[in-house]
């Protein structure tokens, strides 16, 4: 998918609107995705909640604590389309030379 969020929207109920690059929009709720623990644990704080923003660089959202979630699982939520499964290119043998 790769494809980047270009706007989001926070909404009541940890719910938020999304969209992406290619117009798809819809509204996810991450308390259904994410546990409050950790770096999401802010997040329990609904003004907090409130302050996510686009991460441009990255094409995702972002909270200040560092919570970030992947725009491919958010775009496979909200279009109903698996996630895509990528490969990592074959390392030669020779390239483990590189690593010693």
Same mark, same amino acid.
């Given at each position: 998918?790769?494809?980047?969020?270009?706007?989001? +929207?926070?909404r009541?109920?940890?719910?938020?609107?999304?969209?992406?690059e =290619?117009?798809?929009?819809?509204?996810?709720? !991450?308390? %259904?995705i994410?546990?409050?623990?950790?770096?999401?644990?802010?997040?329990?704080?609904?003004e907090?909640?409130?302050?996510v923003?686009v991460?441009? +660089?990255?094409?995702?959202?972002?909270?200040?604590?560092?919570?970030?979630? =992947?725009?491919?699982?958010?775009y496979?939520? !909200?279009? %109903?389309?698996?996630?895509?499964?990528y490969?990592?290119?074959?390392?030669s043998?020779?390239?483990?030379?590189?690593?010693?």
């Amino acid at each position: 998918m790769l494809k980047d969020i270009i706007a989001v +929207e926070p909404r009541q109920n940890y719910q938020l609107y999304i969209r992406f690059e =290619d117009d798809v929009k819809g509204v996810i709720d !991450i308390s %259904k995705i994410v546990q409050f623990t950790g770096v999401f644990a802010p997040l329990q704080d609904k003004e907090y909640f409130a302050t996510v923003e686009v991460n441009f +660089e990255y094409g995702t959202i972002q909270w200040d604590s560092g919570a970030d979630l =992947d725009p491919d699982v958010i775009y496979s939520m !909200i279009t %109903k389309q698996p996630i895509p499964e990528y490969q990592l290119s074959a390392v030669s043998a020779n390239s483990a030379d590189y690593f010693d």
